[in-house]
């Protein structure tokens, strides 16, 4: 009965240790709706679809990720009677180990002028488009 007990327990533990999850933080500030595109890194700027998320303007939007990783964000930028803006993002490191794990925040703050209003790699609609 003993060892059964110590069995639940070490099970438990072993379990709670194993549900710890990064965390994306992003924050909208600006006018824009974001459809945003988590893709994972697979090196040589390319990518595979992770996960999706609208952000809506002056919001904010969080995601989860239980594995070590390289990513990158494919964005695009919408606002009624404006042209989308496109963007990729750098790849950034997530963590996530027995040890910790990595809490990220990323701010978007966009305004209007002719200017370029994103900073990173300007991309094109069809290259959003693409989930790799």
Known sequence: MKSLQLLVMFLIA????????????????????????????EGNGRGSIHSRM??????????????TGFYFLKIRASRSGRPDVFSKGDPFRVYVGS??????????????????????????????????
């Open 14 to 41: 072993a379990s709670s240790a194993n549900c710890q999850q990064a965390e994306l933080h992003i924050n909208n500030r600006s006018d824009r709706s974001m459809e945003i595109k988590i893709m994972r890194s």
């Open 54 to 67: 609208t952000i809506y303007p002056n919001s904010n939007g969080v995601k989860y990720f239980s594995t």
């Open 99 to 132: 040890d910790g794990y990595d809490v990220l925040t990323i701010t978007y703050s966009i305004e209007e002028s002719s200017l370029d209003p994103l900073s990173g790699e300007t991309i094109s609609k069809s290259e959003f488009d693409k989930d790799f």
